[in-house]
């Protein structure tokens, strides 16, 4: 599906796509706009559309701000600028920033650290300033994306993702699933010490071993648990954990391991033995501590699974130090533990299924029988 083009109307001093008016411009020097309404448009369309307003009215655009409110309640005045752009030289890019006035945060290579989110997108790093505002200093970096059918909406997840993961690693902001991966990808796996382990995230000191059904078992286990959350989880390998002053347990320190001794394809494939049903999209991921040492981090990403994916199986059911063959398990995340679900809850799960099917079935035959009723 091709991106839309935003055009300039010098009678409205408005954007438009097609005949829709999208963005009200105010004649200042920052244009603001709700993401929703310009999503599906092309970014060089926007820059197109900006140049044109500069010169029509001899003004210039010094920001842009895109609002997450939607279009329906968006208010040009009123409403949160959440991501500011940047428009110099008929180029439209992203700014992401931190204070400098902090000192809990690490020192963070922010080209680096966003590189490897920045591949995923498409997008690229450009350069980066520093700005005073009332006395505090702060560090702005600019990002873009390239090619003509980029959007809008593409930019802003680009930009909105990348802002979150720069917060994690200079010690604001909530770290994700995503974010960690995102930083152990970085290079940054010294920012996750202190994170406690909880409902999405588990610490490894190794990767699972695959020497035996049991170690196959526990790698699927695992990994169903977090899929039947039904929200983003990450397991990261080269990390260990000590118990906390809650009780739980916390990353205490970073442990690369010996890079070589991880077959990622043979983990695939043993989850796609263990797992009903395949999970595509999971990410399995190596990273070096540093370049050239063979040691390093490692993480299993698994994503949001769909409701009709879950519940996720596991093929088998260990009793002692036997994997049962004949059985079935279904794992499930509960704060920093993995409890499993009873036969109770299996078979009313059951006779969910089997109510819901009689009653499309007798929907079918009531919509299938004729109105006099014969």
């Given at each position: 599906m091709s991106?839309?083009?935003?055009r300039?109307?010098?009678e409205?001093v408005?954007?438009f796509?097609?005949?829709?008016q999208?963005?009200d411009i105010?004649?200042?020097d920052?244009?603001?706009?709700s993401?929703?309404?310009?999503?599906?448009?092309s970014v060089?369309?926007?820059e197109?559309?900006l140049?044109k307003y500069?010169e029509?009215d001899g003004?210039?655009?010094?920001?842009v701000?895109?609002?997450?409110?939607?279009?329906?309640e968006f208010d040009?005045?009123?409403?949160p600028?959440?991501?500011?752009?940047?428009?110099i030289?008929?180029r439209?890019?992203?700014?992401?920033?931190r204070?400098?006035?902090r000192?809990?945060?690490?020192?963070v290579?922010?080209?680096g650290?966003l590189?490897?989110l920045?591949e995923?997108?498409?997008?690229s790093y450009v350069?980066?300033?520093?700005?005073e505002?009332e006395?505090?200093w702060?560090?702005?970096?600019?990002?873009a994306?390239?090619?003509d059918?980029?959007?809008?909406?593409e930019l802003?997840e680009m930009?909105?993702?990348a802002q979150?993961?720069l917060d994690a690693?200079?010690?604001n902001?909530?770290l994700?699933?995503r974010?960690?991966?995102?930083?152990l990808?970085?290079g940054?796996a010294?920012?996750?010490v202190?994170q406690p382990?909880?409902s999405?995230?588990?610490?490894?000191?190794i990767p699972?071993?695959l020497?035996g059904?049991g170690?196959?078992?526990?790698?699927g286990?695992d990994?169903?648990?977090?899929?039947n959350?039904g929200?983003d989880a990450i397991?990261v390998?080269?990390?260990v954990t000590?118990?906390g002053?809650?009780?739980g347990?916390v990353?205490d320190?970073v442990h690369p391991?010996?890079l070589?001794?991880?077959?990622?394809?043979?983990?695939?494939n043993?989850?796609?033995?263990r797992?009903v049903?395949?999970?595509?999209?999971l990410?399995?991921?190596?990273?070096e501590?540093?370049?050239g040492s063979?040691?390093?981090?490692?993480w299993?990403?698994?994503?949001?699974?769909?409701?009709h994916v879950?519940?996720v199986l596991?093929r088998?059911?260990l009793?002692g130090?036997?994997v049962?063959?004949a059985?079935?398990?279904?794992?499930?995340?509960?704060?920093e533990?993995?409890?499993h679900w009873d036969?109770s809850?299996v078979?009313a799960?059951?006779?969910?299924?089997?109510v819901?099917?009689?009653?499309?079935e007798?929907?079918?035959?009531?919509?299938?029988?004729?109105?006099d009723g014969?």
């Amino acid at each position: 599906m091709s991106a839309s083009e935003l055009r300039y109307d010098p009678e409205a001093v408005a954007l438009f796509i097609g005949a829709e008016q999208v963005v009200d411009i105010a004649r200042d020097d920052a244009v603001v706009a709700s993401v929703e309404a310009v999503s599906k448009a092309s970014v060089p369309s926007m820059e197109r559309a900006l140049s044109k307003y500069e010169e029509a009215d001899g003004a210039t655009v010094s920001a842009v701000y895109l609002s997450d409110v939607p279009a329906n309640e968006f208010d040009g005045d009123q409403s949160p600028r959440d991501l500011p752009l940047s428009f110099i030289g008929g180029r439209l890019m992203a700014e992401i920033g931190r204070g400098l006035d902090r000192e809990d945060g690490l020192p963070v290579d922010v080209a680096g650290l966003l590189a490897p989110l920045l591949e995923r997108y498409g997008g690229s790093y450009v350069d980066s300033f520093r700005d005073e505002q009332e006395g505090h200093w702060f560090e702005l970096h600019s990002l873009a994306l390239a090619g003509d059918e980029r959007t809008m909406g593409e930019l802003f997840e680009m930009a909105t993702n990348a802002q979150a993961l720069l917060d994690a690693a200079s010690g604001n902001g909530a770290l994700t699933a995503r974010t960690v991966r995102d930083l152990l990808a970085g290079g940054h796996a010294q920012a996750l010490v202190g994170q406690p382990e909880s409902s999405w995230i588990d610490a490894k000191a190794i990767p699972h071993k695959l020497d035996g059904e049991g170690a196959s078992f526990e790698l699927g286990k695992d990994v169903a648990a977090f899929a039947n959350l039904g929200q983003d989880a990450i397991i990261v390998f080269g990390l260990v954990t000590e118990p906390g002053a809650s009780g739980g347990d916390v990353i205490d320190r970073v442990h690369p391991f010996k890079l070589s001794s991880v077959n990622v394809p043979a983990l695939a494939n043993a989850l796609a033995d263990r797992l009903v049903p395949l999970l595509t999209d999971l990410d399995i991921g190596l990273v070096e501590s540093r370049a050239g040492s063979g040691y390093g981090y490692g993480w299993l990403f698994i994503p949001q699974q769909p409701p009709h994916v879950r519940p996720v199986l596991v093929r088998g059911a260990l009793a002692g130090d036997k994997v049962l063959g004949a059985h079935i398990s279904i794992p499930w995340r509960v704060g920093e533990d993995t409890r499993h679900w009873d036969a109770s809850t299996v078979h009313a799960l059951i006779q969910a299924g089997r109510v819901a099917l009689e009653q499309a079935e007798q929907r079918e035959a009531d919509r299938a029988r004729p109105p006099d009723g014969r």
